[in-house]
């Protein structure tokens, strides 16, 4: 008896056993995403809704290594200070205009910016922010995220600094 080669079964070594996961986007290629986004409105506009009782997102692209959201924002809506779960992250603001608060360091303090319609952000996965709405009327930004969110902290900010108030998982949202 002998044995035919050509229909021996590939052994475990020749066979792949798991995909490799990505390495994170950059948050410059984040950039880009939400900016052809912005440029492209045929592919969102028609889905932004508003909501009178906290800021309206809904989740536009879910690949393996980013996301992608579309967030509303009433006037006077924000998220408090929170981290990304350690994402990497960017967002531009569509329509409208926002204030992001930031802490840019121990000994900087507080950086306030005032985000006009076209601004863009994008930050690294350490990075903490409070965004909101203070104009007088709706905004409507895009998010990218790499990796996809997978949970963020909520912070609240103190005379020492940001004190971690709370913590929530993607299953929440
Ligand atoms: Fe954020």
Redesign the pocket.
Known sequence: MSIDLATTPPTAATTPTATATRPPLSPNALRRIVRDLAERPERWLHRVRLSGEERWYERLELAEDYEVWLISWLPGQS?GF???GGSR?A?TVALGELEELALAGPEHGLTVRRLASGSERA?GPQ?L?D?RNTAQGPAVTL?AYSPPLSG?AHYELRAGGLVRTSTEGAEQW
């Open positions: 998220t929170h981290d990304h992250g967002f930050f990075y922010h965004v998010h963020m």
